[in-house]
């Protein structure tokens, strides 16, 4: 049972297509440290990448520039493709994040390279493009990356806070673009921030 029991359309770009939408099923398989809302187990990629990608059809109120939606929705769905083959890596593992570029450099080149070129240069460009988090589009996205494991940390008790050892400063210079691109859902998070130093869910140092 697997992809070695697919079978071919006869069109190469077709199955092309078909065996990475294939691939990409194994982003159910790569689980964060966020914990559901449930409480019930970790989400995964999958879930998370579905999830920013309804909160930004929510949010562009809030932004200081106006963002496209559609390319925002995008960079969501495919910001943490590579994540297949590189893994989760924590926001707040110091040693995880040093090797963190050069996993993802590898296996964007693996991922991507399974599609027609067109297609993998578009999606790769997208990926890219989320990472710098110097345009408009991507730095909506970013954001949203952001703000949803934050929420899911307040209806948790902190679960990843604790679990993790964040301290305060940490968790605000990840957000740091949500302060400049999302000023109002900013103060929002810093309030939330205050109650779970208040709480013992965060360290303040």
Same mark, same amino acid.
């Given at each position: 049972?697997?992809?070695?029991?697919?079978?071919?359309?006869?069109?190469?770009?077709?199955?092309?297509?078909?065996?990475?939408? &294939?691939?990409?099923?194994?982003?159910?398989?790569?689980?964060?440290?966020?914990?559901? !809302?449930?409480?019930?187990?970790? #989400?995964? @990629?999958?879930?998370?990448?579905?999830?920013i990608a309804v909160m930004a059809l929510l949010f562009k109120e809030y932004c200081v520039e106006e963002p496209s939606v559609e390319r925002a929705i995008k960079m969501c769905v495919v910001h943490d493709l590579i994540e297949i083959y590189a893994g989760d890596t924590f926001a707040y593992d110091v040693k995880g994040n040093e090797?963190?570029?050069?996993?993802?450099?590898?296996? &964007?080149?693996?991922?991507?390279?399974?599609?027609?070129?067109?297609?993998?240069?578009? !999606?790769?460009?997208?990926?890219? #493009?989320? @990472?710098?988090?110097?345009?408009?589009?991507?730095?909506?996205?970013?954001?949203?990356?952001?703000?949803?494991?934050?929420?899911?940390?307040?209806?948790?008790?902190?679960?990843?806070?604790?679990?993790?050892?964040?301290?305060?400063?940490?968790?605000?210079?990840?957000?740091?673009?949500?302060?400049?691109?999302?000023?109002?859902?900013?103060?929002?998070?810093?309030?939330?921030?205050?109650?779970?130093?208040?709480?013992?869910?965060?360290?303040?140092?």
């Open positions: 049972m697997g992809i070695e029991d697919f079978l071919s359309s006869g069109n190469m770009r077709l199955d092309q297509q078909l065996k990475f939408t &294939a691939e990409i099923d194994k982003m159910t398989s790569v689980y964060r440290r966020t914990m559901l !809302i449930s409480g019930e187990r970790h #989400e995964n @990629d999958a879930e998370h990448s579905w999830h090797s963190k570029e050069e996993r993802e450099k590898a296996a &964007a080149d693996k991922l991507f390279s399974q599609l027609p070129k067109e297609q993998g240069d578009e !999606i790769r460009a997208l990926w890219e #493009e989320f @990472d710098a988090m110097e345009t408009t589009d991507s730095k909506y996205a970013a954001c949203l990356d952001r703000i949803q494991p934050l929420l899911h940390n307040t209806l948790t008790e902190g679960h990843t806070w604790r679990n993790g050892g964040a301290v305060r400063p940490q968790v605000e210079k990840r957000a740091q673009i949500v302060k400049e691109f999302m000023p109002e859902i900013y103060e929002w998070l810093m309030k939330n921030l205050d109650r779970g130093v208040a709480m013992g869910w965060l360290k303040e140092e």
